[in-house]
């Protein structure tokens, strides 16, 4: 195949498939066990400093923020991210110095709230490097070349453009069409990391509403930490099986942790804290807001009860529940910032 | 000009005139913001059976207000699928996309979007989030649909980085590069009128001013030159009816405002 044009961005999470086949066959473990642990020993065990990680999840949605808050509490440092569509999760990791590399599809916004102060604040002093660019489809398409086992996937998005150069992708001539055609290469990240609605002992995980890039995603991580609103017996996996989106051999630690993706929204369950992302979009405009920040809700926080304490208690989770459930308004401070700025 | 007075707003007129492009019985890729609220305006007027793709996995939703993310609960409020990434872009892929609604920070004389960065890539002034799923959306639907806000600075004759594809360097570059054939940027639409692109050269157009925009307002605020048709026609502004949907959609006025 005629190779027409090189990305220049660092390949990272590559792997020769029978390397990594061969890494599964070691390391992968096929015994229905009890994986219960906490999110502290998780994060020791899986999370080394360097690791290439990435979260399940979209944006604010379905993210195990609980994990993150530990990541940070543990100072893990020259983590490498996984900007596949990061929000909360990476503007949090790069402001606490965890995340000095990350490959962007998109990162240092907020969506709809604007753009996030630290991170890119970050990035603009050159702390955090961002080593590739891709889109989307691009990530989510290196995950499904990984778990399918196979080195790239060909794609028809990024031809023509910057992004391409700037990514770790090639362009061939299609054998076949006589085309030119992207080809994204394979992404194995060191961890990954999931908050689902449910799922048992063992890691066996259902998810309510979208999948976004679970699927692909949990097949294609090396280790997999999977934080649960909720651990169900077996029987109940086995009743409905067809509602398995994630099967135990591919999960590495499970952790019950209640409202864990707060003050991220986890559908059918609690809606986005506005209120709590609007403080820290606030107080993240300085250094010493930041620090203050983590200082506040990280490192003075033993358990993750505690913290649901510190942001408003049953009180303001039931208000989120409300608000996910359209049965009441939902209150953004950032919004009245933003119409003022 | 309307007769009737309406006291209407800028974002208002933006997105009921973006929400009139979209047609009934078809498909749109949605991306957040005023795209969204322009697709829920389409849908509880004058396209009911629309049919809206988030890229989070949400097919043929009924959005009750306006989402925050394109991957939040409301995106997948009474769809007939809640599905994955994959899934959505694949089917874009294979050609199940009619239009792709975006936002964007530049944009140049052919249509070719930049949300990378501002300044020399490898010696960038102003970070912004990246491609997201934009260049996703500019590469593989039909027809990309793109709001905006227009000035000297905004509209340049060419962006600091392609992060989305519009028609590169002109007709035939998109094929040559290797995109799926007949896409590209469709409209264009700015706080000053709509704009698409000419047939030889796929370079900017202007098709409708805004209700009380003249050419000039136009020329001052872009820094190259738009082609302007002999007849220049002018847009519809929302109706009082309209505007209140507006507000019904988003009633916290996130994107459309107070």
Not at chain 1, 28 to 50: F, I, M, P, Q, W
Not at chain 1, 322 to 334: F, G, N, S, T, Y
Not at chain 2, 225 to 249: M, N, Q, S, Y
Request: charged share 25%; with cysteine; proline share 5%.
């Amino acid at each position: 195949m005629e190779v027409l044009q090189e990305g220049k961005g660092e390949l990272i999470g590559w792997h020769d498939p029978d390397e990594n086949r061969k890494w599964i066959l070691e390391n992968k473990s096929r015994d229905l066990k009890d994986k219960r642990t906490t999110v502290r020993e998780a994060v020791e065990k899986y999370v080394k400093n360097g690791s290439f990680i990435a979260m399940g999840g979209f944006g604010h949605i379905r993210v195990s923020m609980a994990v993150i808050y530990e990541i940070i509490r543990q100072k893990k440092r020259n983590l490498i991210f996984a900007g596949k569509t990061a929000v909360h999760d990476s503007d949090l990791l790069i402001a606490s110095d965890c995340v000095s590399k990350i490959e962007v599809a998109y990162a240092f916004g907020h969506e709809l709230r604007g753009l996030s102060p630290a991170s890119r604040r970050l990035v603009e002093e050159r702390k955090c490097k961002v080593i590739a660019e891709i889109s989307n489809a691009g990530y989510q398409w290196r995950f499904l070349a990984a778990m399918m086992g196979v080195p790239f996937i060909p794609t028809r998005n990024l031809l023509g453009t910057d992004t391409l150069k700037q990514s770790s992708a090639k362009v061939v001539k299609d054998p076949f069409s006589k085309k030119p055609i992207c080809l994204v290469p394979a992404c194995y990240p060191d961890v990954v990391v999931m908050h689902v609605p449910r799922c048992d002992m063992y890691g066996n995980a259902q998810i309510d509403g979208i999948i976004i890039e679970d699927f692909e995603l949990s097949r294609a991580g090396r280790r997999v930490i999977m934080t649960t609103e909720k651990i169900i017996d077996n029987d109940e996996i086995r009743e409905k099986p067809w509602l398995t989106v994630i099967p135990f051999f591919l999960v590495d630690a499970v952790i019950e942790v209640p409202y864990g993706s707060h003050p991220c929204n986890m559908p059918y369950k609690y809606y986005f804290d506005e209120e709590h992302i609007g403080e820290w979009l606030e107080m993240s405009r300085t250094p010493e807001g930041v620090n203050k920040y983590f200082e506040k809700y990280v490192y003075s926080v033993e358990k993750f009860e505690d913290y649901l304490e510190l942001i408003g208690g049953q009180k303001k989770l039931k208000y989120l529940e409300d608000v996910e459930h359209l049965k009441a308004k939902l209150k953004a401070p950032w919004l009245e910032r933003k119409r003022k700025r | 000009m309307a007769e009737k007075e309406t006291n209407y707003t800028q974002t208002e007129l933006l997105a009921t005139v973006a929400g009139r492009l979209l047609e009934d019985k078809k498909s749109v890729f949605v991306g957040t913001g005023l795209p969204m609220i322009a697709t829920m305006f389409a849908q509880r007027t004058h396209a009911p059976k629309l049919l809206i793709f988030f890229e989070a996995g949400s097919m043929g939703p009924q959005v009750p207000v306006l989402p925050i993310s394109v991957g939040d609960s409301r995106t997948f409020y009474k769809a007939i699928a809640a599905s994955s990434m994959h899934d959505s872009m694949s089917l874009t892929q294979a050609g199940y996309m009619d239009y792709g609604f975006l936002g964007a920070a530049q944009i140049d004389i052919y249509g070719n979007i930049n949300t990378t960065v501002i300044g020399p890539y490898d010696n960038f002034k102003v970070r912004l989030p990246g491609s997201g799923g934009a260049n996703d959306v500019g590469s593989l639907c039909q027809k990309t649909i793109v709001i905006m806000r227009q000035d000297k600075l905004r509209f340049v004759e060419k962006v600091d980085f392609i992060t989305t594809p519009g028609y590169l360097s002109g007709k035939g570059a998109r094929e040559e590069a290797g995109l799926p054939e007949g896409g590209g940027p469709y409209r264009i639409i700015t706080q000053l009128g709509v704009y698409g692109f000419d047939d030889k050269t796929k370079k900017m157009k202007l098709l409708f001013l805004h209700p009380g925009v003249n050419l000039e307002k136009v020329k001052e605020n872009s820094s190259f030159d738009i082609i302007i048709p002999d007849k220049i026609e002018f847009t519809t502004p929302p109706t009082e009816k309209e505007r209140k949907i507006l507000h019904e959609i988003d009633p916290t006025g996130m994107a459309i405002g107070k």
